[in-house]
């Protein structure tokens, strides 16, 4: 399994972020695929998921904000973060991993920083 997660970066608060994850070395279609988070000194915590299918599954905390999605095809999974908040200043890894399931390190990415900041 090789994830390799992009887009972070710095933001303003309310502002937008597309990240992605470009997945390897597993049959990705045939995976559910989830978005986990981790602020400092924190836990990790589990953020999205997407079916084989397309189904959608999201926490509490960001249902309305994020939407997740997936291409197949291009063996690629995405996170559009939308009215970000200072609280979601953590690092996003991309997993493989199906709904609220906290992967270890072998089914997930390296992560990409979001900091969310004026």
């Known amino acids: 399994v090789n994830l390799v997660e992009s887009g972070g970066g710095l933001v303003q608060p309310g502002g937008s972020l597309r990240l992605s994850c470009e997945a390897s070395?597993?049959?990705?279609?045939?995976?559910?695929m989830s978005w986990v988070r981790q602020a400092p000194g924190r836990g990790l915590e589990w953020v999205s998921s997407?079916?084989?299918?397309?189904?959608?599954y999201y926490s509490d905390s960001v249902q309305g904000r994020f939407t997740i999605s997936r291409d197949n095809a291009k063996n690629m999974l995405y996170l559009q973060l939308n009215s970000l908040k200072t609280e979601n200043t953590v690092m996003y890894y991309c997993a493989k991993s199906y709904i609220k399931i906290i992967p270890d390190e072998s089914n997930r990415g390296q992560g990409t920083q979001v900091t969310v900041s004026s």
């Open positions: 070395g597993f049959t990705f279609r045939s995976y559910y």
């Open positions: 997407i079916s084989t299918g397309g189904s959608t």
